[in-house]
């Protein structure tokens, strides 16, 4: 008895139509049809009822369906188990990250695994959220922390946190001076916006943020990296909108500003394949519930 004829006898089980079962096993049904009575024979009794008009399980057909798809269950997680072991003895992770995963997540991920794995290289990729969850597919990098989760049914996410958006302006414009501001300052104001292709995500928050509040600011530069948000600020070229972990980088010619009404939030997240979800991974995610506090039930 062959696994190929748990499968088959499973998809006719299921099916109850071996037309159906044939076209899902990818098979023609005479072939089925053969591997079937090869499985009854070997098993000695008769699985199933055929007839012109339907296909029946027997009684003892019901019982060996339970068993056969537990053994499937087995032989699938046999090959998951020793694909993890495979990847592990290769002893690499690959990571890939946005800047705040860098400032936010790897000082308490870092040690951990340095701990229990130290013979373990772990290369970082500093990609966009995009060129990230491509190279995840790819199996190019193991785990991913991007702006946005992924879309993809074979890969699993989970969101760390989530950060309000700061108002940043130089120290001395006139705005400075007052203690909160409204967002209706914002229109006609000049404003650094972080680039689309380099920041997808947080280039739409922000762009839902000022068309929802009706917000007509003047763009005078679109940002490829957050750096440069910061940098254009202190230059007095305008004002900006980063995220909150940017704020311990900002120098003394940059204040933030709290605005009376609420700004936008954006968050963070890490996606990993479900079959590649080996023990650097799980503990990845045990650091990053202990740490943030979080129920992380998969998106």
């Known amino acids: 008895m062959e696994l190929r004829h748990l499968r088959y006898f499973v998809a006719v089980a299921e099916e109850l139509n071996f037309t159906k079962a044939a076209q ?3 098979t023609v049904q005479p072939s089925l049809s053969q591997q079937i009575k090869d499985l009854e024979h070997e ?9 012109n008009r339907k296909v029946e399980l027997t009684e003892e057909g019901k019982a060996f369906l339970k068993e056969a798809r537990l053994s499937l269950e087995h032989a699938e997680k046999a090959v998951i188990d020793a694909r993890q072991i495979a990847q592990l003895n290769k002893e690499q992770l690959n990571i890939g990250f946005v800047p705040v995963a860098e400032m936010k997540v790897f000082p308490y991920i870092m040690p951990n695994i340095r701990a229990k794995f130290p013979e373990l290289k772990i290369h970082f990729h500093s990609l966009t959220d995009s060129d990230q969850l491509k190279a995840l597919q790819r199996g190019e ?6 702006r946005y989760p992924a879309d993809s049914a074979d890969i699993e996410t989970i969101q760390v946190f989530t950060e309000p958006l700061a108002l940043i302006m130089p120290k001395d414009c006139s705005a400075a001076q007052q203690r909160h501001i409204s967002i209706k300052t914002f229109n006609q104001q000049d404003f650094i916006v972080s680039d689309e292709h380099s920041s997808p995500e947080l280039y739409r928050i922000i762009q839902g943020f000022f068309k929802q509040s009706k917000l007509d600011v003047n763009v005078v530069q679109y940002s490829t990296n957050i750096l440069l948000n910061v940098n ?10 980063v995220p909150s972990y940017v704020i311990p980088l900002l120098g003394d010619k940059i ?6 009404e609420p700004l936008p939030m954006i968050g963070l997240y890490a996606s990993y394949h479900k079959e590649k979800r080996n023990e650097a991974i799980e503990l990845i995610l045990k650091v990053l519930r202990e740490q943030f506090y979080m129920d992380f039930s998969p998106l």
């Open 232 to 241: 254009l600020v202190g230059m007095g070229v305008g004002w900006s909108l």
């Open 255 to 260: 204040v933030v500003k709290s605005t009376i």
């Open 141 to 146: 990098i193991d785990i991913a922390f991007t």
């Open 24 to 26: 899902r096993m990818c």
């Open 43 to 51: 098993v000695g009794v008769q699985l199933l009822i055929r007839s």
